[in-house]
């Protein structure tokens, strides 16, 4: 066998493994649009965890015997993609099968790298930066609550404000990147999800985007889901798999996703990076001030205030990572967790609590967002793609995202 017949064998197998755990855990496989049999084959003859595990290790040791070292390196890259993918899917197995992992052990399995810890201190003394931007009486958080609230999108507004902003998401990643003619997108509207926004990806370039509305939607959060799920994010990432890596070169294992692995965090961190690759420096704030301003009937002197807010608030990620590590150790209780995010990360006590059922469901996956964003962003600038070169951090962004590449391949 040569080797890119080897590497499409164990790549073929490991796509049946990832469906057949989709039997036990409906979260896991996020999309597949490889052949249909393949996904009718493992909901009909479904396997046990034990079946899964044997399977799972033979395959790595088969991956192990593929030598890749003089290949080119985009191959090499496949050949680790598809390992560590694997290893990934063998802790998630142990996992169902009930071994009990910490938030950080989880982390390091599943996502392929190790979350940073701050301490509450670290998030003190952000707020204090926040408070002078929002002084008066009562807690911080009620006060950035209300500060926000006018910013709420009108529902009656929310598909006006919110296809503005994707057509701009668009039109600004198109300069850039070359779109496939095929790509395309639909927007729904959802309620009681555990996110604010999903993507839905289902091959032949075509995602269905859906944005929760169970809570208030803040004029930040259009460019945010719009860049985010649409365009240069998910939308686009998983497109340009498709066509470069699936379509092209026929790897099959790019048309499966598994939620719970380390792709995710070259997902979510293309995702959250994308956002200032679209936007640099001061243009996001204009287009909010000039387009999606008037729309909700929003003074624009309003808009530079909004845009510090939301430019310190961001610095709090962070503590969210903490509340959800809490929480899942069992150091927190549910309640516990909620009010912390109510502090630290400033949200709404409604919005902490739905906050707290993403925990539940996703776990240590929150960690892809801010350390999938700040890895991918280290990476692009590293390779010379910084904010005063848009057009080379472009290119590196494009190229990221048609590749492989895993966070062990990103890590400077
Ligand atoms: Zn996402």
Request: charged share 25%; hydrophobic share 40%.
């Amino acid at each position: 066998m040569t080797r890119s017949t080897e590497l499409n064998r164990v790549a073929e197998e490991y796509v049946r493994l990832v469906l057949a755990v989709g039997q036990h855990d409906a979260d896991y496989v996020d999309a597949f649009y490889g052949p249909e049999e393949w996904a009718a084959g493992a909901k009909n003859s479904p396997r046990t965890l034990d079946s899964l595990k044997d399977a799972g290790r033979s395959l790595q040791a088969e991956i192990g015997r593929i030598e890749v070292s003089a290949d080119e390196e985009i191959v090499r890259l496949r050949h680790q993609y598809v390992s560590k993918q694997l290893d990934a899917l063998l802790a998630r197995v142990n996992v169902l099968s009930g071994t009990k992992l910490s938030f950080d052990e989880e982390a390091k399995a599943f996502y392929d790298t190790v979350p940073p810890i701050f301490p509450e201190e670290h998030f003190q003394k952000l707020l204090k930066e926040l408070e002078s931007l929002v002084p008066g009486p009562g807690s911080l958080s009620v006060r950035v609550e209300e500060f926000r609230r006018r910013f709420v999108i009108p529902p009656d507004r929310l598909d006006a404000v919110f296809t503005a902003a994707i057509d701009e998401c668009r039109a600004r990643t198109r300069k850039h990147i070359p779109l496939p003619p095929n790509e395309t997108f639909n927007v729904e509207y959802v309620k009681n999800k555990s996110w604010s926004g999903y993507n839905w990806f289902k091959g032949n370039c075509y995602s269905l985007i859906q944005v929760n509305t169970d809570l208030p939607i803040f004029l930040e959060r259009a460019v945010d889901l719009a860049a985010h799920e649409g365009y240069p994010g998910h939308h686009i990432y998983n497109s340009l798999l498709e066509t470069a890596l699936v379509r092209a070169r026929g790897w099959v294992e790019f048309s499966v996703y598994a939620l719970f692995s380390p792709q995710s965090l070259i997902a979510e961190g293309t995702a959250n990076f994308g956002i200032e690759v679209a936007f640099p420096g001061t243009e996001r704030l204009a287009f909010e001030r000039d387009v999606l301003f008037p729309i909700i009937g929003c003074d624009p002197a309003g808009a530079a205030p909004y845009a510090q807010l939301q430019a310190l608030t961001a610095k709090l990620s962070y503590a969210g990572n903490e509340a959800a590590r809490r929480y899942l150790d069992g150091a927190f209780t549910r309640d516990q967790a909620a009010e912390w995010l109510v502090t630290y990360a400033l949200m709404s006590p409604e919005r902490a609590q739905q906050r707290t059922r993403f925990f539940d469901q996703y776990r240590s996956y929150v960690i892809n967002y801010n350390l999938g964003q700040d890895l991918v962003k280290a990476y692009i600038e590293a390779r010379g793609g910084t904010a005063d070169a848009p057009d080379r951090r472009w290119k590196e962004f494009a190229a990221l995202l048609s590749s492989p590449r895993l966070p062990s391949g990103i890590r400077l």
